[in-house]
């Protein structure tokens, strides 16, 4: 599977985009720098900063060396170098890292077979850490029971977390749930509540849905 083009990091990103220990000045420097050498075409210069900040454990500059071998952008790109790289900097609390593991895993990108439970494992330690895109994912595996328990209770939950985060199609799904009384109790108020606010964040049927509930008795 090929690996959408993906940006380098040149910092722990905003919580809770990321979430390990912030850097000295001096590494955080030089990790800027090589962030900037790659943008400007300068990938030579980037990759050995990068790799000199891999071997001390700096979970931004592993995560980028990943994404350098896995989207070609060094003389002899590995995948399996990458894979390792990846799994050192989600080890390391780097939760951009864990999300992109997770994706990996799940879609087979790593070009063997899918592992739809070590992607949820790693789905649920980014979800934990505040990432949105992870609560979703986590959430709709334990919905639909996709290498994990069917647990629609502990989907709601996960769901609540990622509307609450911003996640339009999260907020749909939780409205529905509380519609229909699945995974949790029926609430026609809580349903109204978050199709409006689906339907605020562009939704294009959320806004049917809060006319409908609007007309019930």
Sequence with gaps: MHLRRLTLVCALLAAPAAAAPPLPEALQSQLDRAVLDYESGRHQQARQVFESLAKRRVPAAEFNLALMHLQGDVPRPSRAQGRRLLERAAAGGFVTAQLLLAQQ?????????????????????????????????????????????????LAAQWFREAAKGGDIGAMYLLASMYEQGDGLERDLRLARYWYEAAARGGDEAAPAKVKELDGRP
């Excluded at 087979?108 to 439970?117: E, L, Q, S, T, Y």
């Excluded at 070590?118 to 609560?135: F, I, K, P, T």
Aim: charge should be negative; hydrophobic fraction near 45%; charged fraction near 20%.
């Design 105 to 153: 895993l799940e879609t087979g990108g790593f070009g063997d077979r899918r592992d739809i439970v070590a992607a949820n494992r790693w789905y649920e330690q980014a979800a934990l850490a505040g990432s949105v895109d992870a609560q979703l994912a986590i959430g709709t595996a334990f919905y639909l029971g996709r290498g994990a328990p069917k647990d629609p209770a």
